[in-house]
């Protein structure tokens, strides 16, 4: 894999909405804690080995010109681009590929009006791996009703896309493009070919993006949690510089160790009615979306572990699972809640179900109380699992905590599960709290986590 060396920033935009905040320049040059945001954007891409910054200006790009001279072009080879018309986010990107330098495979294409802490070399190292056309940076966010939204297919590539607005009663999976990409040059450069070198008005979501797809390209969606906001807006960027302060946006890389809250699914988030297998069965537990806002404003990732033996004993298909958890976004998402990644064990060690999957029935790893999916969630989001928590309303929630190495809290409302398990009854296996529902076990956390500064 040759090393990511080019980025291209979307840098020609008026600004007309941070006006205010901007006294008199252009927007990539807001003040941002103290930094201008451009000069953000530029070392942070440095600090990855980018070695050339292609920048497309327009709007007073005499100012940007100047405060580049006055930095020395930060040491990188820095180029600015104004061709005087407006193209969109993909035609000015086609128009400006001859002015490449690097002998870089793949490009870097960011929009100037986005703060990001973003670890490049493992979005990269993700997107060479699976030999994409293009990836694309997606998360969840706190309202994706009114946000356009991505759906993956089982391995991870872009099945659809779903633009806003939404058609009414529609429950999409809540992953939004963060409009940040790694491209193939020579995908770029087929694109220039097909609108005969002379490219008009394109939008990468809107145009590009969608010709891929249509095309038969493999288009990749890298998930994660990682700091990335748009600050557009004076209430965006009052955001951002809070979040600069507090210290979110510092730790908000993949670079550092992240905390989390594993949660089991069944119990704690929603209304445990036995095995699910429609989305229609599916129903928060009140205060569940609430709790989960709290740690997604905390900066902890909401990770959901859940066993799901429906799969096994042929009870229901991976594609009627993914609506079930579809589901569960969606609510999540209608509440301003988001989890950060969810992990689901579909085998079963017991034999004779009717329409069982033999290829299921095992003994794995990754069944609770096996440690299994928190490991594989440790490894994919550079988790701290010692300085993570697992709140669940079973034993073997209790038990995958002590065997992961996590602090444990059990939930324990008066209810028994489908094996007449009595939730707040665990016997000899302890958890390190306990707690009413995950209200109360998020109190105990964000206290806990208070007190460890």
């Known amino acids: 894999m040759k090393p990511l060396k080019e980025t291209i920033i979307l840098a020609g935009g008026k600004g007309t909405r941070l006006a205010s905040r901007l006294n008199g320049l252009p927007k990539p040059l807001v003040n941002v804690a103290g930094v201008p ?76 009006d986005t703060l990001l802490n973003i670890d490049l070399e493992r979005f990269h190292a993700a997107h060479a791996a699976r030999g994409a056309d293009a990836s694309l940076l997606l998360h969840p966010n706190t309202h994706p009703q009114d946000s356009d939204l991505v759906e993956l297919d089982e391995s991870g590539y872009l099945a659809k896309l779903h633009p806003y607005p939404h058609p009414e009663g529609a429950e999409y999976p809540n992953l939004v493009n963060a409009a940040l990409y790694i491209v193939k040059r020579s995908v770029l450069e087929s694109f220039r070919y097909l609108t005969g070198g002379s490219p008009k008005v394109f939008d990468f979501a809107k145009d590009v993006f969608p010709l891929m797809l249509k095309k038969g390209g493999k288009l990749y969606g890298y998930v994660s949690p990682e700091y990335i906001k748009d600050v557009g807006t004076p209430e965006r960027l009052d955001s951002a510089e809070a979040d600069i302060l507090s210290g979110r946006f510092a730790g908000g890389t993949l670079r550092l160790p992240q905390r989390a809250v594993f949660l089991d699914r069944d119990g704690v988030l929603n209304e445990d009615v036995g095995y699910i297998t429609s989305p229609d069965q599916l129903t928060l537990l009140p205060g569940s979306a609430q709790a989960v806002r709290r740690l997604n404003k905390a900066g902890m990732l909401a990770v959901v572990i859940t066993n799901q033996p429906v799969l096994a004993r042929g009870e229901c298909d991976e594609a009627a699972l993914r609506t079930v958890h579809t589901r569960l976004e969606y609510l999540l998402g209608l509440e301003g809640a988001y989890i950060d990644r969810l992990y689901y064990c579909p085998h079963h060690p017991d034999k004779g179900f009717p329409g069982e999957r033999p290829e299921l029935k095992m003994v794995c790893s990754c069944r609770k109380p096996a440690p299994g999916m928190v490991f594989k969630a440790a490894e994919d989001l550079h988790i701290d699992v010692r300085n993570s928590w697992f709140v669940g309303d079973r034993k073997s929630d209790i038990q995958c905590a002590k065997n992961a190495g996590c602090r444990s809290i059990l939930t324990v409302r008066e209810a028994s599960g489908q094996d007449g398990e009595v939730f707040a009854d665990t016997g000899d296996i302890q958890p390190d709290f306990k707690a009413n529902d995950l209200a109360a076990a998020v109190d105990i956390i964000l206290l806990r986590q208070e007190d460890a500064r």
């Open 37 to 112: 945001l451009l000069e953000r954007q530029i070392l942070h891409c440095k600090s990855f080995g980018i070695e050339s910054v292609l920048l497309l200006v327009n709007h007073r790009a005499d100012r940007i010109a100047e405060f580049c001279a006055q930095k020395d072009n930060f040491g990188l080879r820095l180029s600015l681009v104004d061709d005087g018309e407006p193209r969109g986010t993909g035609g000015a990107t086609l128009a400006a590929l001859p002015y490449l330098v690097s002998d870089s495979q793949d490009v870097l294409i960011m929009y100037g």
